[in-house]
């Protein structure tokens, strides 16, 4: 039998304390390695409201920095044209509908005449809880709008979708008091003025990240710019009105600027903390603008807010990570869907998905690295399902209620059968000609896909 005199047994326990440092350190290290991820979502954006996607409005230079840095996508596609729905299929990786999500959420009231949920119900996945249980820090700061606020009070907190840090607005289960000093969206008695919201959620960004060194980040940056009412910080451009004339061109203007400049700050705040070399920016909208001045804030494409035409759905979306993504290119072939973002990042980030998850979107990775390629799954869209709480937009951006994409060719009708329209998006992406007469037999292949999906759909109470 070997005999170990004291000597021995203690240089081998010392290997073994070592060996067990070591390893921690390396497990430490790998998730110090792993990028940190925020998913700017702004609030009513339009197509082209920045620079970099042709906008005119006002200058947009550190927007415009950031695409000149990372892949602009001209194909990314809200799952809804409307905010509560389209941030459910982010958070989830789902059609909204799925979850009764059909339109913004208000009063019970309205929820129950829109046939939907109150709230996002928790047992959803959400990417939140994915990289929390990957080992990341998870914080959202801004706009939520998936549950309380109004007389929802028994909206689930922040932290049952995954969260560990929140500051957020009235439409959400914890107002920041901060925003909210009259139980309201937006009052000129709150500390933080509208004019400041987004640098407030910027400043909360950085300060969680400063404060989570040691481990990656997963961050939404969700502010409730560019929404109206538009309330620029200066007295010259801000006219007193309250809440801001929505059609005020000026005070949108305004607005923008400023929004811009806190995008800055973002950026050198990153890049102060030594963050901006591993950190996975994307920059994107919830759904189409309202109003639209003429289509001009969605460079000609039919449709608003609200609608299923191209303008509602189709928004800005750039991604950036220094080293990895491409610099200043724009890929105008690959459709991308907010559906995606949760496989994609999780693909990014090392993070294996359980084999529970059944998402709606697809991995598509491969894109943001600069391979473009073609969309080998349908994407499908609803708004409008029924006459009560889906009245607006009004003709002719209202769009009908139901629409899928498949390849270049685009179908929309409403749900009972009506009002068929087929358009070639590739050749047509202002949707001016309906050519579903033409082609009888691809409308009626894209109809039977439609009514498929649609009737898979759970409907309110049948969940």
């Known amino acids: 039998m070997l005999k170990l005199n004291i000597s021995s047994i203690i240089l081998i326990a010392a290997l073994l304390i070592n060996h067990s440092a070591a390893v921690a350190q390396a497990k430490s290290d790998t998730k110090a390695q792993q990028p940190n991820i925020i998913i ?11 620079g970099a996607f042709g906008g005119k409005f006002v200058p947009t230079p550190n927007l415009d920095r950031l695409a000149e840095g990372g892949l602009k996508l001209s194909q990314y596609y809200s799952a809804a044209p409307i905010c509560s729905p389209s941030r459910v299929s982010l958070l989830t990786g789902m059609y909204p509908a799925r979850w009764n999500f059909s339109t913004y959420l208000d009063n019970r009231k309205h929820n129950r005449e829109a046939e939907q949920a109150d709230f ?5 996945p959400t990417i939140a809880k994915f990289f929390k249980a990957a080992g990341y820090a998870t914080g959202h700061f801004g706009k939520w709008h998936m549950g309380g606020g109004r007389d929802v009070k028994n909206a689930p907190g922040f932290e049952e979708y995954g969260f560990d840090a929140h500051s957020s607005t009235y439409e959400s289960p914890d107002p920041d008091k901060a925003l909210t000093s009259t139980d309201w969206i937006w009052s000129e008695k709150d500390s933080v003025k509208r004019w400041d919201r987004t640098k407030y959620f910027v400043d909360k960004t950085l300060e969680f990240m400063a404060k989570s060194q040691g481990k990656p980040c997963f961050i939404n940056l969700w502010p409730d710019d560019v929404h109206t ?3 620029p910080r200066t007295e010259k451009e801000y006219t007193g009105k309250f809440p801001m004339n929505p059609q005020e061109e000026a005070a949108f203007k305004g607005v923008l600027k400023e929004y811009d400049v806190q995008i800055g700050r973002l950026l050198d705040g990153l890049k102060k903390m030594g963050a901006d070399k591993n950190t996975i920016i994307i920059f994107t909208s919830d759904n189409g603008p309202l109003p639209s001045f003429r289509g001009t804030r969605a460079l000609g494409l039919r449709g608003t807010k609200l609608s ?34 949760l496989p994609s990042l999780a693909k990014m980030a090392g993070i294996t998905l359980p084999s529970s998850f059944k998402g709606d979107g697809m991995d598509r990775s491969a894109i943001f690295y600069g391979k473009p390629g073609p969309r080998e799954k349908e994407m499908f869209w609803e708004y409008g399902r029924n006459n009560i709480a889906f009245k607006y937009p009004k003709e002719p951006d209202k769009s009908p209620n139901l629409a899928v994409r498949d390849g270049d060719w685009k179908l929309l009708m409403n749900n009972d059968g009506t009002d068929v329209q087929l358009y070639n998006i590739s050749k047509d992406k202002k949707e001016s000609v309906n050519v579903a007469n033409a082609n009888p037999k691809l409308t009626n292949e894209l109809k039977d896909k439609l009514m498929v999906w649609w009737n898979s759909l759970p409907k309110l109470g049948s969940k």
Do not use: C, Q
């Open 40 to 50: 700017i979502l702004t609030d009513d954006m339009g197509f082209s409201d920045i």
């Open 120 to 124: 996002l119900d928790t047992s959803a």
């Open 229 to 231: 009412p538009w309330v």
């Open 308 to 341: 299923l035409y191209e303008g509602g759905t189709r928004i800005p979306f750039i991604i950036s990570w220094a080293g990895h993504t491409p610099v200043n290119k724009i890929d105008e072939k690959s459709e991308v869907n907010s559906t995606d973002l």
